[in-house]
């Protein structure tokens, strides 16, 4: 049967597993894969695997438990290897570039920051601050049919939005870059336009989050933050 990963960490790391399960239905026994200087945090993998809810928070589990007990490296839900000889292997092949990700990692934490901002506000900033868009916008509410300066309004206020966007979304990751030791930004999603995540000291994670809260205050309720974490640091692996 195939072996399902789920972290690595260093072979000297406590492995709390009592208590934990690993993914399938029936839950799967966790096992850990070993060599000199690494561990592998393991089960057999059901040959139907998909990211069902109840596997997801096995894996996400296990991550957590052993978060707690110091650095680990965290597999993305799904990676699986032929089987245990083959992920022994694979940590003695790559053991350098492992040990070094561990090291990087050692009392660390990841938060990820999503940043949006209200859009009746930043309409009204944007008609309020650009001559050309104010005319535009007056013009068409004038003449409901003139449809070339509705579409030369709708490109300029596009491309204001962007621009402004991308301004305050480099302003607030720069704003709290200085409170983390490493940053990685994220694609934008629908609604944020910042997506960034940052790898914070563990014993700096309540600075971290006060400098987030007072950068939120500072902008004020135009904007809205959401920081999420701990979290497993995919981002910085």
Do not use: C
Not at 39 to 65: G, I, N, Y
Not at 202 to 225: C, I, L, N, P
């Amino acid at each position: 049967m195939s072996t399902y990963v789920y972290a690595i960490t260093a072979a000297d790391h406590p492995l709390r597993l009592d208590g934990l399960s690993g993914i399938g239905n029936p839950a799967s026994d966790l096992r850990t894969v070993k060599t000199s200087e690494l561990s592998a945090v393991v089960s057999d993998s059901p040959p139907d695997l998909r990211a069902k809810r109840r596997d997801l928070v096995a894996h996400q589990s296990v991550l957590e438990r052993l978060m707690a007990d110091g650095a680990a490296l965290p597999m993305r839900f799904g990676l699986v290897g032929p089987d245990d000889d083959q992920v022994r292997a694979a940590l003695d092949q790559g053991k350098d570039g492992y040990t070094a990700r561990l090291s990087e990692l050692d009392g660390r934490l990841e938060y990820n920051l999503k940043v949006s901002r209200d859009e009746e506000s930043l309409l009204r900033e944007i008609l309020s601050e650009s001559p050309e868009a104010r005319r535009l916008s007056e013009y068409t509410r004038q003449n409901p049919g003139a449809q070339d300066q509705k579409m030369a309004l709708g490109e300029l206020v596009s491309h204001e939005v962007q621009a402004r966007q991308e301004a305050a979304g480099r302003e607030v990751a720069a704003a709290l870059a200085t409170a983390a030791e490493r940053v990685s930004e994220g694609e934008p999603t629908k609604t944020h336009f910042l997506n960034v995540s940052y790898l914070v000291r563990r014993d700096k994670a309540s600075a971290f989050s006060q400098a987030v809260h007072e950068e939120a205050e500072r902008r004020g309720d135009e904007y809205t933050f959401a920081l999420n974490g701990p979290l497993p640091p995919y981002s910085f692996v």
